[in-house]
T-cell receptor, first 116, second 113 residues
Framework: EAEVAQSPRYKITEKSQAVAFWCDPI?????LYWYRQILGQGPELLVQ????????DSQLPKDRFSAERLKGVDSTLKIQPAELGDSAMYLC???FGSGLGRETQYFGPGTRLLVL | GDSVTQMEGPVTLSEEAFLTINCTYT??????LFWYVQYPGEGLQLLLK?????DKGSNKGFEATYRKETTSFHLEKGSVQVSDSAVYFC????????????FGTGTQLKVEL
């Protein structure tokens, strides 16, 4: 069964350092999502891509976060500089599209970030 | 804006007990509704979904019915097992909203022998 791949699984960094997370969606999935899940809460969408284009980044803290999906396949989420409040699980998900019947999102295992 | 409210946990049950986890939602249109499950240290797995009123989603013995009149999507299982211990998230995606998922805060289920 095809899965969403993410790396690394765990990352410990010091505040003010730069960190990057990688996601490889299920083959053929045009839509890719990055969510942030703070401990004890539900995930919140940071950014959504349709192929290589950003379609929603309204909740992305753009002063420190950036995301790209250059060839419309895998994606990288970067934080620079990291702050203590960025400690969370970062989840990547993908779906065939966004229309009815194509909208189901499949999640990767996540990257757990700890900022010291 | 859209929101999802779940019953607070943890919910602790004995094996073979009946499970209900309540979920209600607020949305401006006609959303699709989902239940996701998260096992310790893992990402989210889709458990079931329903895309229109009165639809019933089901999987692995779990069921939930889309009730538009009460804006609810309660999760039920007739007989839980220890292996069902996990955190359960109710979520919605708004039609025309670009497929963004709005999640509840999650309900932790602990099943004991």
């Amino acid at each position: 069964e095809a899965e969403v791949a993410q790396s690394p699984r765990y990352k410990i960094t010091e505040k003010s350092q730069a960190v990057a997370f990688w996601c490889d969606p299920i083959s053929g999935h045009a839509t890719l999502y990055w969510y942030r899940q703070i401990l004890g809460q539900g995930p919140e969408l940071l950014v959504q891509f349709q192929d290589e284009s950003v379609v929603d980044d309204s909740q992305l803290p753009k002063d420190r976060f950036s995301a790209e999906r250059l060839k419309g396949v895998d994606s990288t989420l970067k934080i620079q500089p990291a702050e203590l409040g960025d400690s969370a699980m970062y989840l990547c998900a993908s779906s065939f599209g966004s229309g009815l019947g194509r909208e189901t999102q499949y999640f990767g295992p996540g990257t757990r970030l700890l900022v010291l | 804006g859209d929101s999802v409210t779940q019953m607070e946990g943890p919910v602790t049950l004995s094996e073979e007990a009946f499970l209900t986890i309540n979920c209600t939602y607020t949305a401006t249109g006609y959303p699709s509704l989902f239940w996701y499950v998260q096992y310790p240290g893992e990402g989210l797995q889709l458990l079931l979904k329903a895309t229109k009123a009165d639809d019933k989603g089901s999987n692995k013995g779990f069921e939930a019915t889309y009730r538009k009149e009460t804006t609810s999507f309660h999760l039920e299982k007739g007989s839980v097992q220890v292996s069902d211990s996990a955190v359960y998230f109710c979520a919605l995606s708004e039609a025309g909203g670009g497929n963004k998922l709005t999640f509840g805060t999650g309900t932790q289920l602990k099943v004991e022998l």
